[in-house]
């Protein structure tokens, strides 16, 4: 993993100082809140309906045991002893108190993590393939090109202050885990014809209330010209990007008002006057490579008896590693995916004992290498097979050893009224009632791959636009309702959902989540996920069942 | 009239302004001037060949490029930040030094806050007008706070990976 130098930590720990000068100026009444707002949300801090929330920034989704200690503590600490993981793979804490925040940055800053451009109108944390070093199928390894990425826009003096926020996605395998294409950029790196390696540049996807599957402008962008060519996209949009209405300003807009060629025509303008030396020196990228390339593995064999062995005599930890566990590229080895969805669960949230618990896991068992998810689950890329069976014990014995990865009940929600001053309607308490319906885990792996996605307003931080079910929470004259899309995704066969028909009020959701996953299970031709199956047939037969008692 | 503070060589000093702004709408008074962009461009001409220093203030959403061949002679090129959060202005200040290699200074006007002093020194600013009523030693303290910095901009500071190097 990368590890801070002496330089990174400076820049961590003059940011604290700076927003300790702040909020003691707000404290002492020098700045209004209007004042102060801009400048806490420079710093992660949000004002929401309870309390303040600190949004903690893990750079592409990866940490050490060290820090996912102190974020445990921070939790029992400061908040009500949990956090809560995010889409964009960093943690929340959701009970903050102002006065706390100079302190909680700087133990945030004792263990190299910070809440540097968690919010604002700026480039945010970098997200990247969670099993980025671990998966068989990459080209390479993305969390160099992140941390690349990382460094290069953090308090980047020219796009600090954007039309609106933006996000960036990287992954190197053909199997997008980063939705990729529904990203301000996405880049999915390749080799070319040569060889060498490239990356597909994809701009102006996104979600909100304007959803785009971006386009790609570039098929192979030199791995060596990311940073010139990204400069030149980002002060194309500086310069053009709306700033007259917030819910136009994302790049998407730009790039669908201009046209994607149009678009490509201006960026490619840019980057012909960008100088090279914008371009990060080899020797830099190569040192920064050299962190990621160490995981001193063992060699083993690709079975394990220990681990059959046990699975022969736990059904329950046979059902485990037929979905939480994932290919690893060395024999021996697995992926290992921790839940965060148990049945009756917040998504997302862990408790400061179970963080504490997978950072001993991760000490012991995982190389020291942890990773969040877009999904809002955690990942140990490293264990050994032969481990697989200990670390699975500890994870039930914590609660977070529910078998569902990429099933049914684990389910993507936004905090929705429960937490947030925008939201419309709940979205936690809509998934529980559906991972309820669930509950069954044989059923739940007879139904296979369904990604359920729930955003509780239209901002759509919950992704409902690229669910394979996409829930929307809706207010009509002060009741919740939702409306229900089918046939969405956010993989590497991106797609916007389709609208099932009109909204249904909230008793009425996880009933017809169940009614359109038994069509499916009618109607499906063998190796079909949901997905597919809706792809082929279309909405007609999904929208008969759930509508047919209002006929 | 607003505090000028110049910062040159990493310090700040407050000075006093040398140059009037004139809206398109006012008399033209004697001595230096800033003009808006449409001004410069139908009296500009007259105003250098009598001798005075001119400026130019571009507003947000006017381009830097629309003076690509007066730069050699314009003395100030003032940014404006109708508020705080709209960065158009940074753009055109890195272009201004960096592509155009305007010498003059380059001065921001408008919303301009003590938080945004780093970021309007790295790609070029060299005066403020700060309407958070920041004096020249709070302005040098907040603009230098950060010791090191990740990426190349207008200024000639080291990013990380030179600094690395050495």
Known sequence: MYQYDTLDKAMVADRAAEFRGQVARRLSGELTEDQFKPLRLMNGLYLQLHAYMLRVAIPYGSLNPTQMRKLAWIGRTYDKGYGHFTTRTNLQFHWIKLRDTPDILDHLAEVDMHAIQTSGNCIRNVTADPYAGATAEEVDDPRVWAEVLRQWSTFHPEFSFLPRKFKFAITASPKDRTAARVHDIGLVMRRGRDGALGFEVIVGGGMGRTPYVGPTIREFLPVDQLLS??????????????????????????????????????????????????????????????AFAIVDFETLPSRSETFEAAKAASPALARFARNNLKPHKRPGYAIVEISLKGIGETPGDATSDQMEVVADLGERYGHRDIRVTHEQNLVLPHVKLDDVPAVWAALRDAGIATPNINLVSDIIACPGLDYCALANARAISIAQLIADKFRDPDRAENVGELKIKISGCINACGHHHVGHIGILGVDKKGEEFYQLTLGGSGAEDASLGAMLGPALPYDRVAGAVDTLVEVYLRERQPGERFLDTFRRAGVAPFKEAVYADAH | MPTLIEMIDGSARSVDDGFVFVADDQDLPEGDLILTLSRFQTEGEVLLSQGRRVGVKLLADQEVEALAYDLPRLSVVALDFPKFGDGRSYSNARLLRERYGFKGQVRAVGDVLREQAGFLLRVGFDAFEPADGSSANEWQAAALRYRHVFQRAADARAPVYLEREA
């Open chain 1, 229 to 290: 060519y990204v400069e030149a996209i980002l002060r194309v949009y500086n310069r053009h990007g709306r700033r007259d209405n917030k819910y136009k300003a994302r790049i998407k807009i730009l790039v669908a008002a201009l046209g994607t060629e149009e678009f490509t025509r201006q960026v490619d303008a840019e980057w012909a006057k960008i100088g090279a030396e914008i371009n990060l020196p080899d020797a830099e990228v190569a040192r920064i490579r050299a």
